[in-house]
């Protein structure tokens, strides 16, 4: 079972361009997290998503970013006109989803650093 | 989600039981205690997490208060690979309420 998958591991954009960051779950599960870790510091909760579903965005920037998990294939993180302090690292994570109505723990993919030039 | 209260930073050395503290007196009942921890700049790993009784898996264990305002993860033979960041964190299991908010965590270093 492989792990959640995440690409391009690392990306380079100079200022203004556009950023696309993707994460493929792990097999089975429906709930995708994004987590953001500035260069020296924590890691910061952006948003959760079910499959077509945003559930959480209360970590999201109000303007620039934006996520999606659609019905088919992986969520996309996506940040338009970059700037230097999008430099980071991101993370995602996927759960699996239980008939209970709860969520099971986080697995953690290795990242995507972003480089902004 | 209640918060948490850990050291910045211990030491232990290898092969000796590190036993890392957590303070979250603020739980309510029907939140869990889970631990992660971060090698390097490594994805967050998935180490255990309990409710009240007290857990033990291939990695760890965690012993939980009577009380639960406060746990304990103990690594019972730590190894140079076992230097990380370690984080003890709340999390509630109401629908949509179930995103993991991480602190600064417990900057565990293993010393030869």
């Known amino acids: 079972n492989a792990g959640v998958m995440q690409n391009p591991r690392h990306l380079v954009r100079r200022r203004g361009q556009e950023a696309r960051l993707r994460c493929s779950p792990m097999?089975?599960?429906?709930?995708v997290y994004w987590y953001r870790q500035l260069p020296e510091e924590g890691l910061k909760f952006m948003v959760y998503?079910?499959?077509?579903?945003?559930?959480?965005e209360s970590g999201m920037p109000k303007e620039r970013f934006s996520a999606e998990f659609p019905k088919e294939g992986p969520s996309i993180l996506r940040i338009q006109q970059v700037v230097r302090g999008d430099s980071a690292a991101y993370f995602c994570?996927?759960?699996?989803?239980?008939?209970?109505?709860?969520?099971?723990?986080?697995?953690f993919g290795e990242g995507s650093r972003l480089t902004v030039l | 989600d209640a918060k948490t209260t850990q050291p910045p930073s211990m030491d232990c050395a290898e092969g000796r039981a590190a036993n890392l503290p957590c303070n979250h007196s603020?739980?309510?009942?029907?939140?869990?205690v889970y631990w992660y921890r971060q090698i390097h700049s490594q994805g967050p790993q998935y180490i255990i997490h309990?409710?009240?009784n007290n857990e033990t898996n291939e990695m760890a264990s965690l012993i939980i208060t009577e009380d639960r305002k406060s746990s304990t993860l103990i690594l019972p033979h730590a190894t140079l690979r076992d230097t990380a960041v370690y984080y003890c964190?709340?999390?509630?299991?109401?629908?949509?309420?179930?995103?993991?908010?991480f602190g600064q965590g417990t900057r565990l270093t293993i010393n030869p």
């Open positions: 998503l079910q499959k077509e579903n945003i559930i959480d």
């Open positions: 097999k089975g599960h429906s709930h």
């Open positions: 309990g409710l009240k």
């Open positions: 964190i709340v999390r509630g299991l109401i629908q949509g309420a179930q995103k993991l908010v």
């Open positions: 603020t739980i309510s009942g029907n939140e869990y």
């Open positions: 994570a996927s759960s699996p989803y239980f008939s209970t109505g709860t969520a099971g723990e986080l697995f």
